[in-house]
C-alpha cells in the first residue's frame, strides 16, 4: 500500500518568492495535516483539511495557505518567503479523525 | 496548558547498555506514538499505543503506555550504533477537545549510541 507522498524532495527560493507544496494521501485517508520542523521550534502544527476544508488552523501567519482537492491531495501555498521559513515541511494523512502517517517531507531552503 | 515532555533530550550511551526514555503528557489522550527521525528525513512511526497497560515491542525497542500516570516509555535493550537517531513521542487529542493542534509532539530525544 502506498504511503503519503510529498513533492518536492528537497526546494530552494528565494526570499520574496513563494512556493508550493504538494502532498499526496494514502488511498482512502480524507484527512491532510500539516507540519513544519524547525531545529529552534521543533514540530509546529499549521493546518488541517478534511474533505476539501481546512478543519483546524495553527499559529501561523496568513501567508501560509493551503487546500485540498477532491482527491484527498493537499497543497501548501507560503506566499513572500522569509528566511526563517526554511524548514522540513511534513505532511499526515489519516482516515479520518485517528491514525496519522507522515511522509517523507520538503525541506525547503530559502536564501 | 497542554505538554508533552520527553526525558532526557540528549543521550549518548555505549553499544550494549539499556536505557529509557520518558514521555509525560498533561492531558488525557486517544493515542500516544512514538516516532523516529534521522538526521535529515521524516517521521517513522515505531508505535501507536491504544489503551493503558500497553505493551509493543520491535526488536531492541519496547514503548509502554500508563493512562492513570500519563506516562509512556521508550525502552531500549542491549543497544546498537543503528538505533542512534531521535526519538519523539505524540499526544493525539482527542477531538472533542476543542482544539486546533490535534497532534502534540514531545521536543525530542537524540539518542547517540557510541559503538
Known amino acids: 500500500k502506498a504511503g503519503v507522498t510529498q513533492t518536492p524532495r528537497y526546494l530552494i527560493k528565494t526570499r520574496g518568492q513563494q512556493v508550493t507544496l504538494s502532498c499526496s494521501p494514502i488511498s482512502g485517508h480524507r484527512s491532510v495535516s500539516w507540519y513544519q520542523q524547525t531545529p529552534g521550534q521543533g514540530l509546529q502544527f499549521l493546518f488541517e483539511?478534511?474533505?476539501?476544508?481546512?478543519?483546524n488552523k495553527g499559529n501561523f501567519p496568513g501567508r501560509f495557505s493551503g487546500r485540498q482537492f477532491s482527491n484527498s491531495r493537499s497543497e501548501m501555498n507560503v506566499s513572500t518567503l522569509e528566511l526563517g521559513d526554511s524548514a522540513l515541511y511534513l505532511c499526515?494523512?489519516?482516515?479520518?479523525?485517528?491514525?496519522?502517517?507522515f511522509g517523507s517531507g520538503t525541506r525547503l531552503t530559502v536564501v | 496548558e497542554l505538554k508533552v515532555e520527553q526525558n532526557p533530550l540528549f543521550l549518548s550511551m555505549q553499544e550494549g547498555k539499556n536505557y529509557t526514555i520518558y514521555c509525560n503528557y498533561s492531558t488525557t489522550s486517544d493515542r500516544l506514538y512514538w516516532y523516529r527521525q534521522d538526521p535529515g528525513k521524516s517521521l517513522e512511526s515505531l508505535f501507536v499505543?491504544?489503551?493503558?497497560?500497553a505493551v509493543k515491542q520491535e526488536g531492541r525497542l519496547m514503548a509502554s503506555l500508563d493512562t492513570k500516570a500519563r506516562l509512556s516509555t521508550l525502552h531500549i535493550t542491549a543497544a546498537v550504533h543503528d538505533l542512534s537517531a531521535t526519538y519523539f513521542c505524540?499526544?493525539?487529542?482527542?477531538?472533542?477537545?476543542?482544539?486546533?493542534?490535534?497532534?502534540?509532539f514531545g521536543k525530542g530525544t537524540r539518542l547517540h549510541i557510541l559503538p
Open positions: 499526515a494523512s489519516a482516515p479520518g479523525n485517528y491514525g496519522y502517517t
Open positions: 505524540a499526544v493525539e487529542i482527542s477531538r472533542d477537545m476543542n482544539r486546533d493542534d490535534k497532534i502534540i
Open positions: 483539511y478534511f474533505s476539501e476544508t481546512q478543519r
Open positions: 499505543l491504544l489503551s493503558n497497560g
